[in-house]
Nanobody, 120 residues
Framework: QVQLVESGGGLVQAGGSLRLSCAAS????????MGWYRQAPGKQRELVAT???????NYADSVKGRFTISRDNDKNTMYLQMNSLKPEDTAVYYC??????????????WGQGTQVTVSS
């Protein structure tokens, strides 16, 4: 079991950038998949991006070309670089290790979330 802590959220104007970090309490080298999710008011928690231990990435269509997920196994940290931010990106962003959501049940390890607010 790994503990995760997100940081880097804040208030930014549309078109701006933020870099989110997810620090793990232990090694992430053997964690097959890690990812970022977000939850906006009145919406379900949704996938933003995932990255495997081998470096394969996957992005939600809404963020392709704007967001970049990466992981630094030596620092036990995962990142989400967010560029060209839009107001609709406003949400609480969560990092997860081996994430899986089935209905209202969340599997894997999850952080507490960090707020990202994008103003018009």
């Amino acid at each position: 079991q790994v503990q995760l802590v997100e940081s880097g959220g804040g208030l930014v104007q549309a078109g701006g950038s933020l870099r989110l970090s997810c620090a793990a309490s232990g090694s992430i080298f053997k964690i097959n998949a890690m990812g970022w999710y977000r939850q906006a008011p009145g919406k379900q928690r949704e996938l933003v991006a995932t990255i495997t231990s081998g470096g394969s990435t996957n992005y939600a269509d809404s963020v392709k070309g704007r967001f970049t997920i990466s992981r630094d196994n030596d620092k036990n940290t995962m990142y989400l670089q967010m560029n060209s931010l839009k107001p609709e990106d406003t949400a609480v962003y969560y990092c997860a290790a081996n994430p899986l959501i089935i209905g209202n049940i969340r599997f894997g390890s999850w952080g507490q979330g960090t707020q990202v607010t994008v103003s018009s």
